[in-house]
């Protein structure tokens, strides 16, 4: 299959009505943003169901953050989730994804690691492979989305959006571009992670990223959380983009994608056709609705526009997080500060763009600045290692006064010499002698004994049970609870601190 026989492609080419294709985004990012990537595979199969009848565009269905919340909060085998929804999705395709080159952990993933993963995606039965990186950088764009083409997806490249003095509409355009002709592939998507976009910078940067893919599919996804994102797709549409990411209601709004239903309704009004049975997307809603009110699940509402935001520029619920394991830890007090501090960090690290791992980077930092009351004088593993370009080329230069004082207290172990990552399955093969490649990945993401207790629930069969988090009992374990609920949200990695000789881990 060549890019222009793409769906998108095809459907600009052909008489009468522009065709528009729409992304439900229901289990995956739907409930990531609003359930905490929480919902179990017996609840998606019956909106799976209504999902393959109601129309023909792509389903996105896992990320590499469900991997980790399936096996550590649910007990769930998310292999055998893509299996089952495979057996149901037989005309829509199903599209799942990874993150650059770090997933499961904050550390960079071995190339033996990145490929196992694809290969088990695509045996899965996914079909599309979807990749993006907070730096737009396109040699992982290459490595990951070039193998994923050897296994025979189709492949879609994310380019991140964020508002800052480098993220200008030439730099997405040449990254496209530059992707393209690197790593061909099939569709270019804007993700706006951050729900950052507005109608006019839409309108700028669409007709710049359409004339740099062609005839390659534009895609669109963004978040609700200003209230702008359901104009954003209508503006995006008219000036070229061929589908847009929706999630039925009531996983649609609040931090999550634009509804469904609505979007369908709103093209519908501007003359645009979209392939969608109204009716399956309302039985799937009204399940959905009764799922959540049985079991205290929030529903999607939407939300004011919210200047603010442009200022620290969070992913979806990492704000409200934030502001609950403050106070939690006794530091309500500080919360305005960190804020500040957050905005300031990001600048100094070069403009790092805010989404899984580096908001947590720069979050993490900002604590630590304002609590330590030493700007950089504790330096995460993590921060140090981006700063000296472990995942990948910066953005921008990283303030040199910054610098200095990340280098000498950020951990002596790290040096500037990356290198490369050494291959993790041999050691995992031998540490595990009866364990599939497929299980292997899981313990590669879920260290310690949560792949084990997913595979005696696997066993037993039990219904889920999904365990709670014991309260901190002093200041300093408030502020341990901090950084690892700001590490949860995204990948549930880790983060390492390392001062005056203690040396900290915090995994969630």
């Known amino acids: 299959m060549t890019a222009t026989t793409e769906p998108g492609a095809a459907k600009r080419s052909t008489g009468g009505a522009r065709e528009i294709t729409i992304t439900d985004t229901t289990l995956r990012d739907g409930h990531q943003s609003l359930w905490a990537a929480r919902m179990p595979t017996a609840m998606m199969l019956p909106v799976a169901r209504h999902q393959e009848r109601a129309g023909s565009g792509l389903v996105d269905v896992l990320g590499h953050t469900h991997h980790v919340t399936a096996v550590r909060f649910l007990q769930e085998n998310p292999w055998e989730r893509l299996r089952a929804l495979r057996r149901i999705f037989q005309r829509r395709p199903m599209v799942a994804g990874l993150g650059g080159q770090v997933f499961g952990v904050?550390?960079?993933?071995?190339?033996?690691?990145?490929?196992?993963?694809?290969?088990?995606?695509?045996?899965?039965?996914?079909?599309?492979?979807?990749?993006?990186?907070?730096?737009?950088?396109?040699?992982?764009?290459?490595?990951?989305?070039?193998?994923?083409?050897?296994?025979?997806?189709?492949?879609?490249?994310?380019?991140?959006?964020?508002?800052?003095?480098?993220?200008?509409?030439?730099?997405?355009?040449?990254?496209?571009?530059?992707?393209?002709?690197?790593?061909?592939?099939?569709?270019?998507?804007?993700?706006d992670s951050s729900g950052l976009l507005t109608p006019e910078r839409t309108a700028t940067l669409v007709p710049a990223l359409r004339a740099a893919v062609g005839d390659r599919v534009l895609t669109l996804h963004s978040h609700c959380i200003t209230g702008l994102a359901g104009r954003v797709y209508m503006v995006g549409v008219a000036h070229g983009v061929d589908d847009v990411h929706c999630a039925i209601w009531p996983l649609a709004l609040g931090s999550s994608q634009p509804s469904l239903a609505t979007v369908a309704r709103n093209l519908r009004e501007e003359g645009y056709r979209v392939d969608i049975d109204d009716r399956e997307i309302e039985q799937a809603s009204e399940f959905l609705v009764q799922e959540a009110r049985s079991r205290g699940l929030p529903l999607g509402t939407a939300l004011e526009y919210d200047q603010f935001h442009y200022r620290h520029q969070m992913p979806g619920g990492m704000l409200t997080n934030l502001e609950v394991q403050l106070r939690d830890a006794g530091l309500a007090d500080r919360f305005g500060e960190i804020l500040a501090e957050t905005s300031r960090v990001r600048e100094e690290l070069g403009w790092p763009t805010m989404v899984t791992p580096y908001s947590q980077f720069v979050v993490n930092q900002a604590v630590l600045n304002v609590i330590d009351g030493d700007r950089y004088?504790?330096?995460?593993?993590?921060?140090?290692?981006?700063?000296?370009?472990?995942?990948?080329?910066?953005?921008?230069?990283?303030?040199?006064?910054?610098?200095?004082?990340?280098?000498?207290?950020?951990?002596?172990?790290?040096?500037?010499?990356?290198?490369?990552?050494?291959?993790?399955?041999?050691?995992?093969?031998?540490?595990?002698?009866?364990?599939?490649?497929?299980?292997?990945?899981?313990?590669?993401?879920?260290?310690?004994?949560?792949?084990?207790?997913?595979?005696?629930?696997?066993?037993?069969?039990?219904?889920?049970?999904?365990?709670?988090?014991?309260p901190s009992s002093s200041r300093i374990a408030g502020l341990v609870g901090v950084l690892s609920r700001i590490t949860e949200r995204g990948v549930g990695g880790e983060v390492v601190v390392e001062r005056q000789g203690l040396r900290v881990r915090v995994r969630s």
């Open 106 to 191: 904050f550390d960079r993933a071995p190339d033996d690691v990145r490929h196992a993963f694809l290969e088990q995606l695509v045996e899965c039965g996914v079909s599309y492979v979807r990749d993006a990186h907070g730096l737009l950088d396109v040699d992982s764009y290459v490595a990951n989305l070039g193998y994923a083409k050897r296994l025979g997806a189709r492949t879609i490249a994310g380019l991140v959006f964020s508002e800052s003095p480098v993220h200008t509409d030439e730099l997405y355009a040449s990254r496209a571009r530059e992707i393209i002709e690197r790593a061909d592939a099939d569709w270019i998507m804007i993700k």
């Open 377 to 470: 004088a504790t330096v995460p593993d993590q921060v140090k290692m981006y700063a000296l370009g472990y995942y990948g080329a910066l953005l921008a230069p990283v303030d040199p006064n910054v610098l200095d004082r990340i280098v000498t207290n950020g951990s002596p172990a790290i040096t500037a010499d990356a290198g490369d990552v050494p291959h993790a399955l041999p050691g995992l093969r031998r540490q595990f002698l009866q364990a599939d490649d497929a299980q292997l990945l899981l313990r590669f993401m879920c260290a310690g004994p949560d792949v084990d207790r997913m595979l005696e629930r696997e066993a037993r069969d039990p219904s889920t049970n999904e365990p709670g988090l014991a």
